[in-house]
């Protein structure tokens, strides 16, 4: 693109656009953009700072705290593969095939349980590490009858059974020894079911969705700060733009010609 000289402007009869006035228009939207972005980064900012005070004070109601590392000392991988071995009758491949599978570990080779030991829940990271590696572990001790291991889902039908057979016991007119077995049994298997699957996976999801809560806060706290970053460069370069515009040499070049032509008469 040419650029006219200032002596010969004169002659001409067009709009002319000076480097200066694109200078100052991209500055002006610079200066706009940036500010927009400062007004974005205090929103996520602010979201930021709602998520992290609203899971703290919610997980502090829960008084939960981790336990000490002297009581993680006492659990460890030897201590739980005896308990399982023997919930397992003994079948040291069921163990190891049960832990994969859960993706178990004991509480003294859990490094966020040691990193949190004595410390009350307050952050989203700890309730992670609850749900994960301290209710996940004790439930999934627990879940384990007659060496199968089930779940809250999996387990109905087994208590459901147990409930026919106490049924059918009396109705067989079975000895009060037999049907009391029979109805321990059921209960056991009831209260498996109910106070320790049930509420361990309520417990569980509702720290995970702490969690998952705390994780949206962070991410937008991490994009605030690039807002910020990106409207303070932006910034910069407007206040560039207004610089170079009054004090360039070549602040008075045209850069642009809009010619006005004579209409054409019919």
């Keep these: 693109m040419s650029v006219l000289p200032i002596e010969d402007r004169s002659t001409w009869e067009d709009n002319i656009m000076k480097r200066r006035t694109l200078d100052i228009a ?48 006492e659990n460890t ?16 491949s069921k163990v190891d095939a049960f832990l994969e599978d859960k993706n178990l570990t004991s509480e003294a080779s859990s490094e966020c349980l040691n990193k949190y030991a004595g410390q009350k829940m307050v952050t ?30 999996t387990i109905g039908p087994i208590v459901t059974e147990a409930r026919n057979a106490v049924t059918a016991a009396k109705e067989a007119g079975a000895p009060q020894d037999e049907i009391d077995e029979l109805q321990a049994k059921a209960d056991t298997l009831q209260r498996l079911r109910v106070d320790t699957l049930l ?7 509702l720290l995970l969705t702490s969690y998952g809560f705390s994780v949206f806060g962070e991410r937008a706290g991490q994009a605030a700060t690039v807002a910020y970053i990106a409207a303070a460069v932006l910034f910069l370069l407007s206040i560039a733009g207004f610089v170079h515009a009054f004090t360039s040499k070549k602040a008075d070049d045209v850069i642009l010609v809009a010619e006005h032509k004579e209409p054409v008469p019919v």
């Design 199 to 205: 509420r361990a996976d309520t417990l569980r999801g």
């Design 77 to 92: 991988d030897e201590a739980l593969n005896e308990e399982l071995l023997e919930k397992f009758g003994g079948d040291q």
């Design 26 to 73: 991209f500055s002006v939207g610079g200066v706009i953009i940036s500010i927009l972005l400062v007004v974005v980064g205090l929103i996520l900012t602010d979201q930021k700072d709602f998520a992290q005070t609203y899971v703290a004070s919610q997980l502090g109601e829960q008084e939960i705290t981790f336990p000490t590392k002297e009581a993680l000392a």
């Design 124 to 153: 989203g990271k700890q309730a992670e590490c609850y749900a994960e590696h301290f209710i996940k572990l004790h439930a999934a001790e627990s879940s384990i009858v007659d060496g199968v291991a089930y779940s809250y889902a």
